[in-house]
């Protein structure tokens, strides 16, 4: 196995020295801002730590892939913040805000191009397995945030709507990076379905995290400002547990006017009573605990020793163990 800290060492590097094109400038620009703005990296340490399970060093092969899944990652946070119309990523303003929407979406889409060059250099005997994962994966993502959108226009959504479509838009490219490693680190395929399974749910386990913390969370510590998804009329996990409970007056205060400073905090405030008032708080961390729970049970499946499962446990609790 790979040790802990020799794959936090090589996420560090990779992203420490990853270059891009340096021409046309206006185009590449922002690809360098979003990668130096960090991000917590959930994909690449996920691929490293699983390829890491069946192998003792990490070749140059395995860096490549795992630097895509981010830089895959970041192509679609760059239109996810267009559509969400979000002025912040990470406590920093996001590209359409520091350039324009039309950059965004044109940077957004050499990086999506740039991540499939980076997972074609896998090795090649398992190069067509890859990109197969690799380009379902990417097509599901746009499946889900189309449903996120879609959501966005009805009135309540039911919950196994809701959690399929966090498992398009979030658990599949955790799954992905879970299976990917497995895959070029010589796991059998049944490992490889195991960890699949495991990175899906961790995946559904942090969607319901960030959406708690979107509205519970600290700021500085989120990265963005809090109430976001409330400000914007999104359906959040927490959204649809209160109208699944019966909320009184969900619907006047998602719709509520918020064009000003004072407005939009009267209105993050009213919604948040309502949450309070049936408890989706803590409804939202029991289910964030039982989904990290199935996850490490399905990871039980591709191990062969408890100290492989350990690893697993681990990743999960630092995933998200920010909610407690």
Known sequence: MIPE?????????????????????????????????????????????????????????????????????????????IMDRSPLRRGQSTVWMKWSPDTAILSGDVMCIDSYKRVAKAPSAVLPQVLDLFSRTAAQVCDGQQLDMNFEKEISVPMPSYMEMIGLKTGVLIACAAQMGALI??????????????????????????????AYGDEKVFGKPIGGDILNEKKSWLTVRAFEKGAEGLTEAMSAP??????????????????DSVDVAADARKTIADLSALAVSCASGAVSSPEQLDVLEHFARRLVGRTF
């Open 5 to 81: 800290i020799l794959i936090d060492k090589a996420v560090k590097d990779i992203f420490s020295g990853i270059e891009f094109q340096k021409e046309p400038s206006g185009l590449y620009d922002p690809l360098r801002y979003m990668i130096e703005i960090g991000g917590k990296r959930i994909r690449p340490k996920l691929c490293l730590t699983t390829y890491g399970l069946f192998q003792d060093s990490l070749t140059p092969e395995i860096r490549e892939v795992a630097a895509g899944l981010e830089v895959f990652h970041t192509f679609t946070l760059l239109h996810d913040d």
């Open 185 to 214: 680190g010589g796991a059998s395929p049944s490992a490889q379905a195991c960890l699949y399974e495991y990175g899906f749910n961790l995946g559904l386990a942090f969607q319901v995290a960030d959406d708690y913390l979107d």
């Open 258 to 275: 918020a064009s000003t400073p004072v407005e939009q905090q009267a209105k993050i405030a009213r919604v948040k009573r309502i949450y």
